[in-house]
T-cell receptor, first 110, second 111 residues
Framework: EDQVTQSPEALRLQEGESSSLNCSYTVSGLRGLFWYRQDPGKGPEFLFT???AGEEKEKERLKATLTKKESFLHITAPKPEDSATYLC???????????FGKGNQVVVIP | NAGVTQTPKFQVLKTGQSMTLQCAQD?????MYWYRQDPGMGLRLIYY???????DKGEVPNGYNVSRLNKREFSLRLESAAPSQTSVYFCASPGGDQPQHFGDGTRLSIL
């Protein structure tokens, strides 16, 4: 069974204070790891897909990295508009489903 | 969210009542999914449909039924609502290597 654990559950940052979110996963064979952003009252919004260890992707102040056991979402010099819950999910080969973690709730204080 | 539309956005039911949540996607995808999201539990898969005419159980299917009406539409039915089914329900599409796109959810309260 695919499993995803995200840490920390909640994080408060000062504006400009860089930090990282962790997503540890267990799968039989990784087909893809996905990062989503979710704002209150909205559905998850797709950010990145990572497929193999060593892969990195960037979008504005966000950078996602992948190893064989975990993924990190680095937030560089965050702004208040980066406040959201960040969700990590994995899909394994032979499986049509995503397994989600419980999310990292990030609050950026001006 | 563009591409996946859910109705209604909010609903309050009494225990024992029935209702159907509607989902439509305009991206011509084969796969569609229903999730529920509860505080501290994350997103859990209820049912999914890999293609028109097929449906499969997910992690938490008890108390729910689904219908893949056509390629665009995938509905979720609560036959006899229970307070434990109070949740936010999300529909998503597609599957495979492509990232899933989610609707904005249906917030359901059962009294």
């Amino acid at each position: 069974e695919d499993q995803v654990t995200q840490s920390p559950e909640a994080l408060r940052l000062q504006e400009g204070e860089s930090s990282s979110l962790n997503c540890s996963y267990t799968v039989s064979g990784l087909r893809g790891l996905f990062w989503y952003r979710q704002d209150p009252g909205k559905g998850p919004e797709f950010l990145f897909t990572l497929y193999s260890a060593g892969e990195e992707k960037e979008k504005e102040r966000l950078k996602a990295t992948l190893t064989k056991k975990e993924s990190f979402l680095h937030i560089t010099a965050p702004k208040p508009e980066d406040s959201a819950t960040y969700l990590c999910a994995v899909r394994s080969y032979g499986n049509n489903r995503l397994a989600f973690g419980k999310g990292n709730q990030v609050v950026v204080i001006p | 969210n563009a591409g996946v539309t859910q109705t209604p956005k909010f609903q309050v039911l009494k225990t024992g009542q029935s209702m159907t949540l509607q989902c439509a996607q305009d991206m011509n995808h084969n796969s569609m999914y229903w999730y529920r999201q509860d505080p501290g539990m994350g997103l859990r898969l209820i049912y999914y449909s890999a293609s028109e005419g097929t449906t499969d159980k997910g992690e938490v299917p008890n108390g729910y039924n689904v219908s893949r009406l056509n390629k665009r539409e995938f509905s979720l039915r609560l036959e006899s609502a229970a307070p434990s089914q109070t949740s936010v329900y999300f529909c998503a599409s597609p599957g495979g290597d492509q990232p899933q796109h989610f609707g904005d959810g249906t917030r359901l309260s059962i009294l």
